[in-house]
């Protein structure tokens, strides 16, 4: 993680970015496994401050495409359904040096945002690993949906954490 913004020499080469609340969360849990000296945090449009995570808002967009740019690997997180989704297929489809994109699908009981996720995944022109939350609902009935989700973002953030090395070993 790169302490001083205007150092080029300090920027690491892969940019993490979590979108709306769920991919902040992520972004968090990811943030508090890896040391931060292997990638760059960014959070767009949430409400929870974290230290060394840049922040942007949803009408910050251009700004945040010019600085993600810069970097040689850009890794996309959000619970799709709702504006932090739509704002992930809008970055997709316009930065070329995306390596990576994580989300989570909406439960059935939300519908509209399950509808809403459908169409922002066939809006992101590349692939993406998707895990449905309703799966989750059938791996732990017993959980409380809260421990379910909170660990459901354990689970992505190694994953994202794996693709961050095996990107810094490939480069
Ligand atoms: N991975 C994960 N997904 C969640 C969690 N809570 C909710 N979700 C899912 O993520 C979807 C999007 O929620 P948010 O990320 O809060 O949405 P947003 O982009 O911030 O937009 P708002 O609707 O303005 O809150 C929800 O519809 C749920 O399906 C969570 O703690 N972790
Ligand atoms: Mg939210």
């Not at 960014?42 to 230290?51: D, S």
């Not at 995570?53 to 959000?78: G, M, P, W």
């Not at 989570?104 to 459908?118: D, G, H, I, N, S």
Request: glycine share 8%; charged share 25%.
């Amino acid at each position: 993680m790169n302490f001083d913004k205007n150092s080029k020499e300090t920027q690491s080469s892969i940019a993490l970015v979590g979108l709306g609340g769920a991919g902040m969360s992520i972004l968090k849990k990811a943030v508090e496994i890896i040391e931060l000296t292997s990638f760059d945090a960014f959070a767009v449009n949430v409400e929870n401050w974290l230290e060394n995570v840049n922040f942007y808002r949803f009408d910050q967009v251009n700004e945040l495409i010019s600085e993600l740019a810069k970097y040689q690997h850009v890794i996309l997180t959000a619970g799709l359904g709702s504006s932090g989704g739509d704002f992930l297929a809008y970055l997709a489809n316009r930065l070329d040096n995306i390596s990576g994109i994580f989300v989570t699908k909406p439960f059935k009981v939300e519908k509209t945002r399950l509808r809403r996720a459908e169409e922002q995944l066939k809006a992101i022109e590349r692939g993406a690993i998707v895990k449905d939350l309703n799966e989750l609902l059938a791996e732990k009935p017993d959980s409380p949906i809260g421990v379910a989700l909170d660990d459901l973002d354990t689970e992505m953030a190694v994953e994202i954490i794996c693709k961050i090395i095996k990107l810094s070993v490939l480069g």
